[in-house]
């Protein structure tokens, strides 16, 4: 595939680690690709683990796996919300059945063993993680990237460059897409920071222990 056709989307939720979503979206875009930042929301800020704000492009309940031909995962703790987010879960799911590249860094792991596609094939984590990706059915290893098939996996903020480079190294591999697609939207997301968002929670309903992150930008 030429890289200025591939459709890469990078997911987002409050706490996402700030080098894990932004490497990947500037090197990717560097590239030639159409990168997306996809979130439940449009009309919401979400917070890095420090605070760094990031609006998504799209919705990711707005999106068709057959659209995409990448879906990046970012770390932090993101990956917590982004699991309850059936959207989220389906996506992943869906371009990895049809055989797109699925990248996950970090505590990214977490989303795939809710999707179930990790039984069986080799993956790394942060080592917090290991064992829920054990028990998900993984052949577990440590390395500073892992690539099974259209799986990409890596552990930390500093393993972004051999990540990256294989995601890019995965993209330009695969079959070139057909000529008429649908369109995809064009990004509007930036890493311009103008402020700082505050992280804030608040219950699910009265007296109740399940609390989420949100944020004020």
């Known amino acids: 595939m030429r890289m200025h056709d591939a459709r890469v989307v990078v997911l987002v939720e409050n706490l996402y680690q700030e080098l894990e979503l932004w490497y990947p979206v500037l090197r990717l875009r560097e590239a030639g690709a159409r990168v997306l930042i996809a ?18 492009d799209v919705k990711v309940s707005d999106l068709a796996a057959e659209d995409v031909d990448a879906v990046v995962v970012p770390g932090g703790f993101s990956p917590e919300y ?66 099974d098939g ?6 930390l903020p500093d393993d972004l460059a ?32 103008t402020r700082g968002a505050v992280l804030k929670n608040r219950a699910a309903g009265p007296g109740s222990a399940n609390y989420r992150a949100y944020a004020v930008g």
């Not at 984590?125 to 390395?143: C, N, R």
């Open 39 to 56: 979130g439940p929301a449009t009309d919401a800020v979400y917070a890095s683990k420090t605070g760094y704000p990031a609006a998504a």
């Open 82 to 147: 982004l699991r309850r987010n059936p959207s989220a879960v389906e996506l992943v799911r869906e371009v990895d059945r049809r055989g797109g590249v699925v990248a996950a860094i970090c505590h990214a792991g977490w989303l795939l063993a809710t999707a179930g596609i990790v039984a069986g094939r080799r993956v790394t984590s942060v080592a917090a993680i290991k064992d829920d990706l054990i028990h998900a059915g993984a052949d577990y290893t440590v390395e500073p990237v892992v690539v």
């Open 150 to 155: 259209n799986l990409v996996t890596s552990p």
């Open 162 to 193: 051999v990540f990256v480079a294989a995601v890019i190294e995965r993209l330009e591999a695969a079959e070139q897409p057909a000529a008429d697609r649908r369109p995809f939207p064009a990004p509007t997301s930036s890493a311009v920071y």
